[in-house]
């Protein structure tokens, strides 16, 4: 089976001396989840902006759907980042002055696709599995962190992406939500997206993940 994302002996560095990243490698499938783990700065937010063509790695390889990411043209990758990759940044970067529904919208326009009655449907849909239906017109500048946080993830999900990239999406959420999150994430798998998750919650579980620990710049699958 050919990879959605194949990685080979990534390094970046901020500074030109240290490496936060220093020889790492990954892989995902279509339709895995994979977990990692890692201290605070130990470079999960680096590693993860990378695979979302957000940031340049500095040597190495990476694969995105058999196209080889030339890390000095970034902007080239514009459709992958507005259509194929569902970003769940670890600070939501929701627009406040818009309502929960125009939030999860977003992705939309940004995307030539009309907002036909099946697309408002599918919000109304994950806006009921997320338990927020009654908040669809409230402005996100009035939500919880929790709230918010949700909203992100309905963003990211709403387009059925290839893949989803979710930097620590249950930090501010109780346990009962967390669970509608770990249902989300593996609803969209059996979808077929590929979902890459970064947590400090040990107990977060999606049953058939691969988990890996970010030590040192390395990947460390255990
Ligand atoms: N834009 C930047 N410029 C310079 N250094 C940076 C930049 N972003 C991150 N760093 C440094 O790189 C290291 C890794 O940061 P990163 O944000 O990737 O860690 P993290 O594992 O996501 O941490 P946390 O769990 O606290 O979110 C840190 O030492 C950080 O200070
Ligand atoms: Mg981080």
Redesign the pocket.
């Known amino acids: 089976m050919s990879e959605l994302i194949k990685i080979t002996n990534l390094r970046k560095t901020?500074?030109g001396k240290r490496y936060?990243l220093d020889g790492l490698n990954f892989s995902i499938g279509k339709g895995e989840i994979k977990t990692i783990f890692?201290?605070?700065?130990?470079?999960?937010?680096?590693?993860l902006n990378i695979v979302g063509l957000l940031d340049n790695y500095t040597s190495g390889e990476y694969l995105f759907c058999e196209t080889n990411i030339n890390p000095k043209r970034l902007n080239d990758y514009y459709k992958y980042r507005a259509q194929d990759i569902g970003f769940i940044f670890?600070s939501y970067f929701l627009i406040d002055s818009l309502s929960v529904n125009d939030n999860i919208l977003m992705p939309f326009l940004y995307n030539e696709i009309d907002l036909s009655g099946s697309v408002k449907k599918t919000v109304d849909k994950l806006l009921d599995s997320f338990d927020m239906l009654s908040l669809k017109n409230k402005k996100v500048s009035l939500l919880s962190g929790g709230e918010r946080q949700r909203v992100a993830i309905m963003r990211a999900i709403i387009k059925e992406p290839k893949l989803i990239i979710a930097d620590?999406p249950t930090g501010n959420l109780d346990e009962s939500n967390t669970e509608l999150v770990v249902k989300a994430f593996k609803d969209i798998a059996e979808k077929g997206t590929a979902v890459i998750v970064?947590t400090?919650n040990k107990f977060l579980s999606f049953g058939t993940d691969t988990t890996y620990t970010?030590r040192g710049g390395k990947l460390y699958n255990e």
Not at 42 to 47: D, E, I, M, V
Request: proline fraction near 0%; hydrophobic fraction near 30%.
């Open positions: 901020y500074d936060v890692g201290a605070s700065g130990c470079g999960k937010s680096t590693f670890q620590e970064v400090h970010l």
